[in-house]
């Protein structure tokens, strides 16, 4: 397999065809490296980051093993946030669109128990979810596990970071003691390793190497000295002119105050925290996936599951509590061969983080000077595009080629300025080039999809 090709791998015919579809080829280093042990069914633990391929590596696994004949829950997959298991579940409906009548369910907090209680009534062959919620589930017993085969969890390390730990153990004491366990984690601590130990039988270990090196990212570290945090934020932005900027913050309600100070100076900025709705985190998430918002103010948790290609910046509003955290976080850039910068602000007691960074990462770290004031008056762009959500969605059998076609068909607005499209089950979300954002309202509200008018505004 030195080619690395995934037709080199023992994968079904309809698995294969949907890779060459996706124009998947070769494999990333973790699927190279776990995914022939995950075939063979042995239990697996890979230490690889957000962005190494991952989801893919033990979704083609599981895909491998269904019995689509036989309807009951045969995998579950255990992820720390709702946004992060509905990435993983979409990814798991990507690659078995070529096999028909796969049902993957996601069951997270956050959302009304009483629609997923109906969703089980009616079956599915894999379960997505948070400990928390799928845990309900059990102890009300509507979940049915005894027919799992394999079971994986996802980002181990920040479920038990999040406190999930005695609902993992729940859990675990509900599923067949005969299974395929795949554990994932960016890092593989004491707490990691014991969850490991307990749960599986003869694992296979892959350690794979972050897709970024440490070269393609640039660290630098800046002195306060009396200036306030949010001020050396807006020094940065203006100095650097990011068009994607990600600040991570410690705690939710410095995420918040930051936010609300920078958008009171005109930035085009969004916030994403625990103690937001559900709805309004997954609209922060949108607008900043889709370029319609230029910076994301986040704490670590809540920015689990975001997944950019392309982030110009990482700003350390604090520094992080711990070297692992750190590097998750600057990790966010310098993705898929690209550059990227991180800048941490620092403040007279960080001596000890600062010290640990050192040591672990093997840096030689030299603070330097805030950029002078005069940056101030380099003006920030606007983000490029713009979001609009139209009020009709799967159910209505709305498709993105039905929005694209009513934005294109008269040849004002061309499929250039047109960015993401996500389909929701009642809704649907569009980016497009802000220039003809009026242009597209107007078009969307006054044409027809599918026959019928839909209701269209700027999110």
């Not at 959302?111 to 059990?138: C, K, M, N, W, Y």
């Not at 898929?336 to 910068?341: I, Q, V």
């Not at 840096?363 to 330097?368: D, H, S, Y």
Request: charged share 20%; with cysteine; proline share 3%.
């Amino acid at each position: 397999m030195s080619d690395h090709s995934f037709s080199q791998l023992a994968l079904p015919t309809p698995l294969l065809e949907c890779l060459t579809s996706l124009e998947y080829h070769q494999m990333t280093s973790v699927q190279a490296q776990s995914l022939p042990a995950i075939l063979d069914g042995k239990d697996v633990i890979a230490q690889a980051k957000t962005g190494s391929g991952k989801t893919a590596a033990f979704a083609l696994g599981l895909l491998a093993r269904l019995d689509v004949k036989r309807y009951r829950i045969q995998s579950l997959v255990l992820c720390p946030t709702r946004e992060l298991a509905e990435q993983v579940a979409a990814e798991i409906r990507k690659l078995a669109r070529n096999i028909h009548n796969i049902k993957v369910l996601t069951l997270c907090g956050g959302v009304p128990t009483r629609s997923q209680i109906v969703s089980l009534e009616h079956g599915a062959h894999i379960i997505v979810g948070t400990p928390g919620r799928i845990l309900d589930h059990l102890q009300q017993q509507r979940l049915d596990l005894s027919n799992l085969t394999t079971l994986v969890l996802d980002e181990a390390d920040r479920m038990l970071e999040m406190g999930f730990a005695d609902a993992l153990n729940a859990i675990l004491a509900d599923v067949p003691a005969v299974r395929q366990t795949l554990l994932f984690s960016a890092t593989f601590d004491k707490a990691v390793r014991q969850i490991a130990d307990s749960i599986m039988q003869s694992p296979v270990t892959v350690t794979v190497a972050s897709p970024h090196t440490q070269n393609s990212i640039e660290q630098q570290f800046y002195q306060l000295d009396g200036v306030s945090r949010a001020d050396a934020v807006k020094l940065l932005l203006h100095r650097f002119q990011p068009a994607s900027t990600v600040v991570f913050c410690n705690t939710k309600r410095e995420t918040q105050e930051l936010a609300d100070t920078l958008k009171q100076a005109g930035l085009s900025v969004i916030a994403l925290h625990g103690d937001l709705e559900q709805r309004d985190r997954e609209h922060a998430l949108l607008k900043f996936s889709n370029n319609s918002v230029s910076v994301l103010v986040a704490t670590d948790v809540a920015a689990r599951g975001l997944d950019i290609d392309k982030l110009d910046l990482v700003i350390n509003y604090q520094l992080a509590h711990d070297v692992a955290t750190h590097t998750h976080r600057i990790g966010r850039t310098g993705r898929a061969g690209n550059s990227g910068l991180a800048c941490s602000l620092l403040s007279a007691d960080d001596g000890q983080k600062l010290a640990a960074l050192a040591t672990q990462l093997e840096l030689e770290i030299t603070a330097q000077p805030l950029p002078d004031n005069s940056v101030l008056s380099q003006k920030l762009a606007e983000p490029t595009m713009q979001t609009l959500q139209i009020d009709g969605g799967k159910k209505h059998k709305l498709r993105p080629g039905d929005i694209v076609g009513a934005l294109t068909s008269g040849g004002q607005i061309v499929f250039a300025d047109i960015g993401k499209i996500q389909m929701l089950d009642t809704v649907a979300f569009v980016a497009v080039n802000r220039k003809v954002a009026k242009q597209a309202l107007a078009l969307l509200n006054d044409g027809r999809m599918k026959g019928k008018k839909y209701r269209v505004w700027r999110l």
